[in-house]
């Protein structure tokens, strides 16, 4: 298995921008999880889903957040508009069981930049 | 609050030596902890989990232990090697909380 894949990589854009981050899990995990890690504030969970179902999305800042997952292979992170606040580096996880005994897998996740 | 705190001044251990990292928590009730390490561009990659009810786990060089009384856990790698370098995460998860908490990080430079 390739681990859990997400693009792009990198991401430039100005504010006011609509920004689409993309996630695929590893196959037969069934939870998902987005996480955000800045200097400031560490990793930080901003949604996850079970199942393709999303089940706590309390970490998401506000509205201008909204994710998705329209089936067990892909998940997909949005911000509209975005803000140079947004600037961090957004990781995908996913896991068999969430209390997963084997751990989270990440991504290598996406490097957002709004300027 | 919950908190978790990880010493955020890096650690600076010289090869072959055993580099010991805390990890302290707060208002929390863990069922167990996990530890991972992360690469400079790269996820956190999982290393260990232990239970509650488990004192010490280890695997390989490294070595967890989980202190329910003192709320702290110590990461242990001995025989420190320069690969080594790199930052160690611990995450707790409560069940009552629901979801997996990560500390801050410590960064681990081990020198030739």
């Known amino acids: 298995d390739a681990g859990v894949i997400q693009s792009p990589r990198h991401e430039v854009t100005e504010m006011g921008q609509e920004v689409t981050l993309r996630c695929k899990p590893i196959s037969g995990h069934d939870y998902l999880f987005w996480y955000r890690q800045t200097m400031m504030r560490g990793l930080e969970l901003l949604i996850y889903f079970n199942n393709n179902v999303p089940i706590d999305d309390s970490g998401m800042p506000e509205d201008r957040f909204s994710a998705k997952m329209p089936n067990a292979s892909f998940s997909t992170l949005k911000i509209q508009p975005s803000e140079p606040r947004d600037s961090a580096v957004y990781f995908c996880?996913?896991?068999?069981?969430?209390?997963?005994?084997?751990?989270?897998?990440f991504g290598s996740g996406t490097r957002l930049t709004v300027v | 609050s919950q908190k978790i705190e990880q010493n955020s001044e890096a650690l600076n251990i010289q090869e072959g030596k055993t580099a010991t990292l805390t990890c302290n928590y707060t208002?929390?009730?863990?069922?167990?902890l996990q530890w991972y390490r992360q690469d400079p561009g790269r996820g956190p990659v999982f290393l260990l989990l232990i239970r509650e009810n488990e004192k010490e786990k280890r695997k390989e060089r490294l070595k967890v232990t989980f202190d329910t009384t003192l709320k702290q856990s110590l990461f242990h790698i001995t025989a420190s090697q320069p690969a080594d370098s790199a930052t160690y995460l611990c995450?707790?998860?409560?069940?009552?909380?629901?979801?997996?908490?990560f500390g801050a990080g410590t960064r681990l430079a081990v020198h030739p």
């Open positions: 995450a707790f998860f409560s069940g009552g909380y629901n979801k997996l908490i």
């Open positions: 996880a996913s896991s068999f069981g969430q209390a997963s005994l084997y751990g989270y897998t």
């Open positions: 208002n929390y009730s863990p069922a167990y």
